[in-house]
């Protein structure tokens, strides 16, 4: 099993910025994905940035060149740092882990981020 315990939300006015960060424990695979998704009220999750154990990134369109994604292999930490926030960015962010070569999903209980003045 694998525990992902995210921290860094709150409450931010626009254009500030926030750092999330996820701490990942228990049977950890060496090839895997971790990334960040969201999900606004009313709306579906969606993913917002992922990074694979070797470095590779992806970006939702709406925040590249905004949120920046890193990771720690040995700590086994994961961080979004997140720019330029708009109040479209309001939502609960959840971490998510994609063990192994066949991807098992498990998800961190989620932090709320919200960009309002």
């Known amino acids: 099993q694998v525990q992902l315990v995210e921290s860094g939300g709150g409450l931010v006015q626009p254009g500030g910025s926030l750092r999330l960060s996820c701490a990942a424990s228990g049977s950890i695979l060496s090839i895997n994905v971790m990334g960040w998704y969201r999900q606004a009220p009313g709306k579906e999750r969606e993913l917002v940035a992922a990074?694979?154990?070797?470095?590779?990134?992806n970006y939702a369109d709406s925040v590249k060149a905004r949120f920046s994604i890193s990771r720690d292999n040995v700590k086994n930490w994961v961080h979004l740092q997140m720019n330029s926030l708009k109040p479209e960015d309001t939502a609960v962010y959840y971490c998510?882990?994609?063990?192994?070569?066949?991807?098992?999903?498990?998800w961190g209980k989620g932090t709320l981020v919200t960009v309002s003045s």
């Open positions: 998510n882990l994609a063990n192994g070569p066949f991807a098992v999903n498990f």
């Open positions: 990074i694979t154990s070797g470095g590779l990134t």
